[in-house]
């Protein structure tokens, strides 16, 4: 595959300011500080708050982010949507503004036979011509075999977001589907069980951009032959790594207040509703930070 991607690539923060503004200055100090961590790319999806923009904040998000990029890093943006329609006109932006390859979920509203969801890719799959990541869910979850068979009907549906715990099992089952063109699976879910899906073939992880350039060492060091350095290395940040991955409710704000005490954000504001944290998850996330600062 000639657009082959693999490696770190971390779910930018959206910083608000108090009155609810994306701080587009903020933004091009996220997107240096992930080029600067080594990261392969960048992504816009559900932990840069994409469903609560509006769909002009979403285009100025993305086309300052593949312009703050310069070419440097892949861009991908998330194109869910409840109908084809709506999926194929966020997907044909994606494009234009200069994505490298777009996100997309089955739709979670109700309850959509399998045939629809298979028909929902391919419709996409056909209207654009830069890669898919199709995105495995908890809410509606795409099969290791459902994956395969899309990967074959096109070629633009050639990578997998595996996200749907236990992830191990999902990656095993791909990784022996003999005799198929298999899609390139990643692994989602926070990076919680990165070592573990590389070891069962996974080529990158998409975490959020609080700490990339840890996952960047980890992940370059497996692949440089040492898995006992890269296993202990990783293993030191995992609370951490637990802690930023509580869910999307608190997930919006942990990370920005991180990017915040590293000079990255001036702010660190999540859009509501959210699920703010308390003072002693403040003070715990502290804690985690300042052990591995020593």
Same mark, same amino acid.
């Given at each position: @595959?000639?657009?082959?991607?693999?490696?770190?690539?971390?779910?930018?923060?959206?910083?608000?300011?108090?009155? =609810?503004?994306?701080?587009?200055?903020?933004?091009?100090?996220e997107?240096?500080?992930?080029i =600067?961590?080594?990261v392969?790319?960048?992504?816009?999806?559900l932990?840069?708050? #994409?469903?609560?923009?509006?769909?002009?904040?979403?285009?100025?998000l993305?086309?300052r982010v593949v312009?703050?990029?310069n070419?440097?890093?892949?861009?991908c943006?998330?194109t869910?949507?409840?109908? *084809?329609?709506?999926c194929?006109?966020?997907?044909?932006?994606?494009?234009?503004?200069?994505?490298?390859? %777009?996100m997309?979920?089955?739709?979670?509203?109700?309850g959509?036979?399998s045939?629809?969801?298979?028909?929902?890719?391919i419709? %996409?799959?056909?209207k654009?011509?830069i890669?898919i990541?199709?995105? =495995?869910?908890?809410?509606?979850?795409?099969?290791?075999?459902?994956? %395969?068979?899309?990967?074959?009907?096109?070629?633009?549906?050639?990578?997998l977001?595996?996200?749907?715990?236990? *992830?191990?099992?999902?990656f095993?089952?791909?990784?022996?589907?003999?005799?198929s063109?298999?899609?390139? $699976?990643f692994?989602?879910?926070?990076?919680?069980? @990165?070592?573990?899906?590389m070891r069962?073939?996974?080529?990158g992880?998409? $975490? #959020?951009c609080?700490?990339?350039?840890?996952?960047?060492? *980890?992940?370059?060091?497996?692949?440089?032959g040492?898995?006992?350095?890269?296993?202990e290395y990783f293993?030191k940040?995992i609370?951490l790594i637990?802690?930023?991955?509580?869910?999307l409710?608190?997930?919006?704000w942990?990370?920005?207040?991180?990017?915040?005490?590293?000079g #990255?954000?001036?702010?660190a504001y999540?859009r509501?509703?959210?699920?703010?944290?308390?003072r002693?998850?403040?003070?715990?996330?502290?804690r @985690?930070?300042?052990r591995?600062? *020593?």
């Open positions: @595959m000639s657009n082959f991607m693999s490696g770190v690539f971390p779910i930018l923060s959206t910083p608000f300011d108090s009155n =609810d503004n994306i701080i587009f200055s903020d933004v091009e100090s997107v240096e500080y992930a =600067d961590s080594g392969s790319g960048v992504a816009i999806a932990a840069s708050e #994409v469903y609560k923009l509006t769909n002009s904040e979403r285009d100025e993305l086309k312009n703050y990029s070419n440097k890093i892949k861009v943006m998330n869910t949507a409840e109908s *084809t329609k709506l194929i006109e966020y997907s044909k932006k994606a494009q234009d503004f200069g994505a490298d390859a %777009v997309i979920a089955p739709p979670s509203f109700g959509v036979d045939n629809e969801i298979k028909k929902y890719f419709n %996409v799959a056909e654009i011509e890669p990541f199709m995105q =495995d869910v908890f809410d509606t979850p795409i099969s290791p075999e459902l994956a %395969v068979e899309l990967s074959q009907s096109n070629k633009n549906l050639s990578y977001k595996v996200e749907v715990p236990p *992830t191990l099992p999902r095993n089952r791909l990784k022996n589907i003999a005799g063109k298999l899609p390139i $699976p692994g989602g879910a926070g990076g919680l069980f @990165m070592i573990e899906e069962r073939g996974s080529k992880t998409m $975490p #959020v609080a700490i990339p350039e840890m996952f960047v060492k *980890t992940f370059n060091l497996w692949n440089e040492k898995e006992s350095e890269a296993e293993h940040y609370p637990r802690t930023l991955g509580q869910g409710g608190i997930w919006n942990l990370p920005k207040y991180i990017l915040k005490r590293k #990255v954000f001036t702010e999540a509501e509703p959210s699920l703010k944290p308390d002693n998850q403040i003070y715990e996330l502290d @985690m930070i300042e591995l600062e *020593t």
